[in-house]
């Protein structure tokens, strides 16, 4: 038993992973065992108990014919598999962002990130959710390196074409969407921030029938070249001028986060139009949101966003700042590898194995990502489909009168999932969900450690085995 699901996505997914030797997928099976139901965060050699178990894991990481690769395109595979066995008849969300890691104090050289003693890689993630938005899995994951002779070369990238600089990664991303539509014949929705807002990428898009919605970085212009020439205030015409501007703009109620990722309510105001721009092959829809009256000092929440997706009326305009709220998730993701995985805390003596070993804990940040959000979207669901045991079911429910406060069982049903996370927050020492929110992966791990000392005296004052 773990503290999280175990659902068909994520056993495909391990299923999905070939190793082509028998032996070896034995051994990834104990160790991944081990990993998912142990706290992650902790060291390779704190997580498997004996010098046997920590040889085997090391051997597995350390062997030839096992790669980062092995784990990516086997989390594509069971992925696959997963969506033929569903419905398809909404798209699913591949949400794009990269990420920076920190390997600062070691002495193996990854290459720089930001400045030039920096020490790391940049980690590009496409994170598949499905039509409710729950987390399903890493549908992307590519490795940039960025070496120490370019630091400070910049300049030369800038005439190159785009396939040739790092911004290629959200083409790539995109290359892996297009094959998994191809395999599934599933839709796919491409979310992207700022940084993404290049004509090839959106062409891309437009050109093999992906949809996509990118937050705006440029304030393009609708007018061609002769008419901007001719123009009397061309800065008129640009978009980030014109969508404020239009006679129907509309007010919202919608749910918006702050910059510590904090949600809550506001009204905003919003328009929508369709504009043909220079460069891009077709015309594109833009949606304007804008937060109205927020506290003095702070500036509002504003969100220029692209689609190629149709919008007819307030309704399809309405769901595009839905959709492309929740890049977030990928946010999540990012603090689960960091947080939950420790993956900038791993010692390897190579490259190779460090990446390897960065693949393989991939599977177990998306276990803990899921559990968080089936605990806030399908929190009704009944715990035991976590905790299959019946004597820790027993243990649970006993110790939850405890623990668990009178405000934690008014924002929870009993017995459900959020119940659970909530106990086993307490017992971490979780200050509470309404003050702070849902308990962090260290916690969830500290209380998930008290609760299984606990359960193996419950066991053996039961002479259960």
């Given amino acids: 038993m773990g503290i999280f699901e175990e659902s068909r996505c994520i056993t495909l997914q391990i299923q999905g992973i070939q190793f082509g030797h028998l032996d ?22 704190d997580l498997f108990k004996n010098q046997h178990q920590l040889k085997g894991f090391y051997r597995l990481m350390n062997n030839k014919s096992v790669h980062h690769s092995t784990f990516i395109s086997g989390y594509q595979t069971g992925l696959i598999a997963y969506s033929k066995e569903q419905s398809i008849d909404d798209p699913w969300i591949l949400v794009q962002d990269t990420m ?87 839709g796919l929705i491409h979310v992207m921030d700022r940084e993404a807002d290049i004509i090839d990428v959106i062409n891309k898009c437009v050109e093999t029938d992906q949809y996509f919605i990118i937050r705006a970085r440029h304030d393009r212009s609708i007018l061609t070249t002769s008419q901007k020439d001719k123009a009397e205030s061309p800065e008129l015409f640009r978009m980030f001028s014109l969508m404020p501007s239009l006679a129907d703009s509309i007010t919202i109620n919608r749910t918006l986060r702050n910059e510590k990722g904090r949600e809550y309510r506001a009204e905003c105001d919003m328009s929508y139009h369709s504009f043909k721009f220079r460069g891009i092959n077709e015309p594109i829809n833009c949606v304007w949101i804008r937060e109205r009256g927020c506290p003095e000092g702070t500036r509002p ?35 689960c590898y960091k947080t939950g995985c420790s993956i900038e805390k791993r010692q390897f003596n190579s490259r190779k194995s460090l990446l390897t070993g960065i693949g393989l804990l991939a599977i177990t940040a998306v276990v803990l990502l899921r559990s968080r959000y089936i605990s806030k979207l399908e929190h009704h669901t009944p715990f035991e489909i976590i905790v299959t045991d019946k004597h820790e079911q027993a243990l649970a429910k006993t110790l939850a009168d405890k623990y668990l406060m009178p405000i934690d069982r008014q924002l929870c049903e009993p017995y459900s999932v959020l119940w659970w996370v909530l106990l086993l927050g307490r017992m971490g020492g979780h200050q509470g969900y309404k003050s702070k929110g849902l308990p962090g992966w260290q916690i969830l791990w500290k209380g998930y450690s008290f609760f299984q000392t606990i359960a193996i005296g419950y066991k053996h004052a039961n002479n259960s085995p």
Avoid: C, M
């Fill in 301 to 335: 929440a504003e969100w220029f966003l692209l689609t190629n997706k149709e919008i007819s009326n307030k309704a399809d305009a309405e769901k595009v700042p839905e959709i492309y709220s929740r890049r977030w998730t990928v946010e999540d993701f990012h603090k």
């Fill in 24 to 45: 070896r997928k034995d051994r990834y099976n104990k160790v991944i065992s081990v990993i998912n139901t142990s706290n992650a965060s902790l060291s390779f050699p």
């Fill in 100 to 186: 920076l890691t920190d390997y600062n104090s070691r002495n193996l050289d990854l290459g720089y990130t930001q400045t030039e003693r920096s020490n790391g890689f940049l980690l590009h993630h496409g994170l598949l959710l499905d039509e409710n938005y729950l987390p399903l899995g890493l549908l992307h994951q590519q490795i940039i390196h960025r070496e120490r002779s370019d630091f400070g070369k910049a300049s030369k990238w800038k005439s190159k074409p785009t396939a040739e600089k790092e911004s290629n990664k959200w083409l790539e991303g995109i290359e892996t969407g297009i094959r998994f539509s191809k395999e599934t014949g599933r």
